[in-house]
């Protein structure tokens, strides 16, 4: 019988907890961590996430020629691909992932929570005019109560986006966020580095990270 533990591992991509995964975790949940160990470190593992989430992606035959004069027959990924970024939070992705793909369409989607609500609210958002023939990389690195993550799957699919095209990468996330995108969303695909224990009652993860945009742009 599957327990929960491994219900919720099915219903998420979880990195492989290396032992270099782990360590880069050690540094940058870590209270005391400074900006300049937790922004590169941070994005360590946002590269590995990163690659994880385009292997989730469609890919066609590629042939290229080597210098010794034979074929390659490869493999290169299709050009409906797009990142979406969560501002604020997911501009720590965003940076990442055109670092990796310089050419690759950008949009975005400017969500914050009420402070004390908790509840997301839908500021703005600038996506590719084409995106409904796209397949989506979202990008926001915390998924707590899911509340954002709807919100920004909506915005997606009210534009035409497929749920089955949406790749939702987190750096960590919480099993009642899994389960509330499940739960709504359940042909969204999610990619990981952490399921946390839970969520505490001001909506924190435990053990956690604290507030992850706060520590990535020093405003807390
Ligand atoms: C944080 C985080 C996620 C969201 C997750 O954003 O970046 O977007 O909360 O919480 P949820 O799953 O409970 O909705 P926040 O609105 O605090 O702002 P920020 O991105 O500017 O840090
Ligand atoms: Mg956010």
Redesign the pocket.
Known sequence: MATEATALQDAVHLLPQTNQLRALQSIIRDRHAKRKDFVPNAGRIIRQLIEAGLELLPFEPYDVQTPVGRTYHGLRLTEQICGVS?????DSMETELRAMMPEIRLGKIL???DKVT?L?RLYYSALPSDIAQRHVLLL??????????LAAIDVLCDHGVPEEHIVFVNLLCSPE?IRAVRERRPAVRMVTSSIEERLDEN?FMQPGIG????RYFGTD
Do not use: N, W
């Open positions: 969560v501002v604020r939070a997911g969500i914050q929570r908790k997301p926001d690195p915390m998924l707590a109560t899911g509340g954002t993550a966020g909506a507030d992850f945009g706060d």
